[in-house]
């Protein structure tokens, strides 16, 4: 088991930033790839990016890439999301999720967290 628990969100004004983090505690962390979602209220969840165990290789959604950026660091059991120029379309709650491979879908994690708001005004 692995239990993921985000943090870091909250209200912020467009183009403004925020990093958001998501501890794990249980069983090794670092063998683990990390995927980032989010799911904005009537919609779908949706991939926002991933990072290989060894943090060597980050995926990112089109409508994220070049503002968002994920990194982990291991010895801390902590994986994060950079979000610079935050756009209104970014509002959602954001989950943490950990799986065997980096991947866009949903399926391939096995653990989630409940997920922190991030709330863009315009």
């Known amino acids: 088991q692995v239990q993921l628990v985000e943090s870091g969100g909250g209200l912020v004004q467009a183009g403004g930033s925020l990093r958001l983090s998501c501890a794990a505690s249980?069983?090794?962390?670092?063998?683990?790839?990390m995927g980032w979602f989010r799911q904005a209220p009537g919609k779908e969840r949706e991939f926002v990016g991933a990072?290989?165990?060894?943090?060597?290789?980050?995926y990112y959604a089109d409508s994220v890439k070049g503002r968002f950026t994920i990194s982990r660091d291991n010895a801390k059991n902590t994986v994060y999301l950079q979000m610079n120029g935050l756009k209104p379309e970014d509002t959602a709650v954001y989950s943490c999720?950990?799986?065997?491979?980096?991947?866009?879908?949903?399926?391939?994690?096995?653990?989630w967290g409940q997920g922190t708001q991030v709330t863009v005004s315009s």
């Open positions: 990072i290989s165990w060894r943090g060597t290789s980050t």
């Open positions: 999720a950990a799986g065997l491979r980096p991947s866009v879908s949903i399926l391939e994690y096995a653990y």
């Open positions: 249980g069983r090794t962390f670092s063998g683990y790839a």
